[in-house]
Nanobody, 115 residues
Framework: QVRLVESGGGLAQPGGSLNPSCTASGDDITPYAMGWYRQPPGKERELVVLSWPAGSINYADSVKGRFTISRDNIKSTVYMQMGNLRPDDTAVYYC?????????WGQGTRVTVSS
């Protein structure tokens, strides 16, 4: 089973950027749908972006035009470029891997957007 480790969260000012990444081990991520989810304080976890193995990508409306996902299947790593950050982007961000009916989560990386 694939194991996921996120890194690259932190503190950013409004309008700033962060570039978290998610590194997988234990399996080849090529056939996996790889996604980023987030859980804001006091709220439920929500989808941010999903990268399908065939190449299509789905973004939440709230991050369209500001966040970009990319994946390097050879390096087993998924990247997310977060730009023009807003205070409501503050959340714990989780990487998720899905293959058919089997999914797994990383431990999360915290992103705080504040001046």
């Amino acid at each position: 089973q694939v194991r996921l480790v996120e890194s690259g969260g932190g503190l950013a000012q409004p309008g700033g950027s962060l570039n978290p990444s998610c590194t997988a081990s234990g399996d080849d991520i090529t056939p996996y749908a790889m996604g980023w989810y987030r859980q804001p304080p006091g709220k439920e976890r929500e989808l941010v972006v999903l990268s399908w193995p065939a190449g299509s990508i789905n973004y939440a409306d709230s991050v369209k035009g500001r966040f970009t996902i990319s994946r390097d299947n050879i390096k087993s790593t998924v990247y997310m470029q977060m730009g023009n950050l807003r205070p409501d982007d503050t959340a714990v961000y989780y990487c998720h891997a899905l293959l058919v009916h089997n999914g797994c989560w990383g431990q999360g990386t915290r992103v705080t957007v504040s001046s």
